[in-house]
Nanobody, 125 residues
């Protein structure tokens, strides 16, 4: 099973930027597609973005298109979420997740077998 560790969260003013990292470890971790989710207080966890392993294709939720970018490093074991033009409504705990059967298809939370511990992102002036 793949283990995931996120980092990079923090407190940022509206309009600012943050880059989150997700380091994957375990057998064949470089071959897994990785998704980013977020969960705001009192709300359900929602998919934000994902990136495949084989060709680096990406997909984004409508709420973050044009502002967030996800990409992998050359080893493919670290996935980044670059977040620009941040808004107060982006405040949430951000998680990376994966599963052996996931390939940037549906983002059903129950389908993901591996999750990171989450990193808090707070957008406030």
């Amino acid at each position: 099973q793949v283990q995931l560790v996120e980092s990079g969260g923090g407190l940022v003013q509206p309009g600012g930027s943050l880059r989150l990292s997700c380091v994957a470890s375990g057998d064949d971790s470089e071959n897994y597609a990785i998704a980013w989710f977020r969960q705001a207080p009192g709300k359900e966890r929602e998919g934000v973005s994902c990136i495949t392993s084989h060709d680096g294709s990406t997909r984004y939720a409508d709420s973050v298109k044009g502002r967030f970018t996800t990409y992998r490093d050359k080893t493919k074991t670290t996935v980044y979420l670059q977040m620009n033009s941040l808004r107060p409504e982006d405040t949430a705990i951000y998680y990376c997740a994966t599963d052996i059967f996931f390939n940037c298809g549906n983002w059903y939370v129950a389908d993901f077998g591996s999750w990171g511990q989450g990193t808090q992102v707070t957008i406030s002036s």
